[in-house]
């Protein structure tokens, strides 16, 4: 319900990080490919960033992509005006945010 924000709740499963399953080195390319799905969902040229409230999760998220991911709260922040500067990870090419 922010305006210009537009979400998209997609499932494809887990991120692979699986707390800190997926920092350990021998586990990382088994994280990845767990992870598959969801990253290249995020890859999508249309999907400006990801949100998560894991921060493990964001790790992996971010390390699939080039897109900030955000937790949820600070989505809210921002439309209040409480977090002003969140607003330049955000670069939109058109009038809506799209998030996944």
Known sequence: ???????YHIERG????AGAFGLLQQNYRSSLRAGWRLISRL??????????????C?????????????????????????MPELATLLTTPSEELIVV
């Open 43 to 56: 890859r999508d040229p249309a999907i400006e960033a990801g949100v998560t409230e894991c921060s493990t």
């Open 58 to 82: 964001k790790i992996q998220m971010e390390q699939g992509t080039t897109k900030p991911t955000l937790h949820p709260i600070k989505l809210l922040a921002l439309s209040y005006g409480l």
């Open 14 to 17: 887990c991120s692979g990080m």
């Open 1 to 7: 319900m922010i305006p210009g924000l537009r979400v």
